[in-house]
């Protein structure tokens, strides 16, 4: 639920923009500029926002992180001109900055490596989910909601802000720590996974050449080269998705926003099917490298075909392939680091691979909203973005596969 609301607040921007870019004269590379450049500053913030979380906990850490951001997007709703939405965007940045990595760190806290892709990928149909139904949510209240005389885009920050700010109360109060603290689990049961993952733990550190300090991560080749990997991910994750409405609404004359939120349901709603067939089939198998390379191959293949066409139905079919294959990418990814890093310095080394790779959701954004205004086609993004899924394909294959093997 945390992450749905996340990712709701985080991308209504680009559904927003159906009306808000013309009411505020705003341009196509001027907001692929303010779309991505909230991941400059989640970019800068995130690992000291990790690291605090590793130390209060993640029920404190992660509730402040809700209250402030949800703050932050009602506020959105108030601006009068690019530079606000700019700035605002940037304060979002900072003040989400840590919640996913915290949330995979969380994550490893209670599940075995065996049992971690299907637990991130249950954990990823929030992304999925967040697009399901906060495309037509958005563009519903676009359409519906003038209240006070204001515009439907600035109810759509308003009205979706609100539920961070509940829930990171309610996150408080419900949240637990870690296993040691769980009052839901029997004796036997709490001794049982700790024990799980007091095994798996010194098989981790003797990859991780037993370092104990997590700020040994920033020395890990390992954790830039999967910084390298998830940035070209995050960039066909975020070029597509915040360009995705204003692509539909373009390849129709007579589609209306709440139209345009229903079809952009329908990509999310496939990938998430595959995305969870994936993770089980790495689980079942133990296998890591092929099951994260190549689904983003078929983003490659998926983005590249689209560009040939300017059929709605067809543009769809093509956007439902690389869509697949970025959340199938997305939800057994994160099994890889959590294999090969120790518990100290899983904290910083899944912060810094998460930083660096939402660097991507700067990038991928603004060029193609950049090529946009070159080329007045965004084919030519789309390019940008399957070049980047072909070379992070060969990235992942180039990890040693004794580092993803999880243990028997």
Excluded at 22 to 35: D, N, R
Excluded at 103 to 124: C, E, N, Q
Excluded at 145 to 163: A, K, N, T
Excluded at 385 to 393: D, F, K, Q, S, W
């Amino acid at each position: 639920m945390l992450y749905i609301i996340a990712m709701i607040d985080r991308v209504n921007v680009g559904f927003a923009a159906l009306t808000m870019n013309k009411e505020l004269g705003i341009g196509a590379s001027t907001f692929g500029l303010i779309a991505g450049i909230f991941f400059i500053a989640y970019f800068l913030f995130e690992v000291p926002s990790n690291v605090i979380m590793y130390k209060v906990g993640a029920r404190t850490w992660i509730a402040r992180i809700l209250i402030t951001w949800g703050m932050v997007v009602v506020g959105e709703g108030f601006i009068r001109n690019a530079f606000q939405l700019g700035v605002l965007r940037v304060i979002l940045g900072i003040a989400e900055a840590g919640f996913y990595p915290a949330m995979i760190l969380y994550i490893t806290y209670w599940f075995p490596g065996k049992h971690l892709a299907r637990a991130v990928s249950y954990f990823m149909l929030a992304v999925c989910g967040s697009n399901i139904i906060g495309g037509p949510i958005s563009t519903w209240i676009m359409d519906n909601v003038h209240w006070l005389g204001m515009s439907g885009w600035r109810w759509v920050y308003i009205l979706e802000g609100v539920p961070a700010v509940i829930l990171g109360i309610i996150t408080v109060l419900i949240m637990v720590d870690k296993p040691e603290k769980a009052k839901f689990l029997t004796p036997e049961e709490k001794g049982w996974l700790l024990n799980e993952l007091k095994k798996e733990q010194k098989v981790k550190e003797k990859k991780a050449h037993s370092s104990t300090s997590y700020w040994a991560a920033f020395k890990e080749p390992r954790v830039w080269h999967m910084g390298l990997c998830y940035m070209a991910y995050v960039m066909a994750l975020y070029g597509v998705g915040f360009w995705m409405p204003q692509m539909i609404k373009g390849l129709s004359k007579v589609l209306t926003s709440t139209q345009v939120g229903l079809l952009s349901a329908v990509p999310y709603i496939v990938a998430s099917i595959v995305m969870l067939l994936v993770a089980r089939h790495s689980d079942k198998t133990n296998e890591r490298r092929f099951h994260v390379a190549l689904p983003i191959l078929m983003t490659f293949a998926g983005l590249v075909a689209l560009t040939m066409t300017a059929n709605l139905f067809w543009s769809m079919i093509w956007l439902t392939i690389a869509l697949s294959g970025v959340y199938a990418f997305g939800g057994t990814f994160w099994s890889i680091p959590n294999l090969s890093l120790s518990a100290a310095s899983a904290a910083v080394g899944i912060a810094i691979i998460n930083s660096v790779g939402n660097l991507g959701g700067f990038i991928g954004p603004y060029l193609v909203g950049w090529l946009l205004d070159w080329t007045g086609s965004t084919n030519a993004g789309m390019y940008l973005l399957a070049g980047c899924a072909l070379a992070e394909t060969f990235l992942i294959l180039a990890i040693p596969k004794r580092l993803v093997t999880p243990p028997a």
